[in-house]
């Protein structure tokens, strides 16, 4: 599994768009109501997605709720036992993480382009969250790479790292 996460305006949606179709991996269908309003039935639908054993990528999953959930609603959704569950499913899957990120700059020159859910002076907030997130005991043992656009404007780098995970999950799985 890859989940392609990030900020908002920092090329996730592109590189999961390119990533499927050049390797073929299925896109995990997003969850109907972002952000969650019921967080049983959100847990269930991460739950499904989790158990599932087919390679696929996420525009966005579960790392987001703890970035998103404090710097824009005060809390995460989620209770703690939905955490833990979550977080053992995450583990066991070990799936590789792909954070999208890139300068202020680039990601103001194009914000006003498209309808946004943070605000303007909500975004290096969330920048420095996910940082500290992706660093955090919960995910910081997992496979990580790091894309932005602006010094791989076609993908040449990302593409040899994600042919190198794919070749090393097949090794895996095949013996």
Known sequence: MII???PDNTGKTHLVEHL??????PKVE???????VDYSDWVVWAEKVLLNPNQS?????YIEEFVYGPVMRGKIGMTAGHQRHL???????DPLIIHCDTCFRNISKNYDER???????????????FYEVLDSSRFS??????????FDPHYERIDKAIDTYLKGVCDHECR
Not at 20 to 25: A, L, Q, V, Y
Not at 57 to 61: C, E, K, L, M, V
């Open 30 to 36: 997003k969850y109907h109501t972002l952000p969650p």
């Open 87 to 93: 977080d053992k499913l995450f583990a066991d899957r």
């Open 4 to 6: 392609v996460c990030g």
């Open 141 to 150: 043992l997992m496979t990580q790479l790091n894309f932005d656009y602006e």
């Open 115 to 129: 309808v946004q859910y943070p605000e303007m002076n909500q975004i290096k907030r969330i920048q420095n969250k």
């Open 20 to 25: 499927s179709k050049t390797f073929n991996i």
């Open 57 to 61: 990528i996420a525009d966005r999953f």
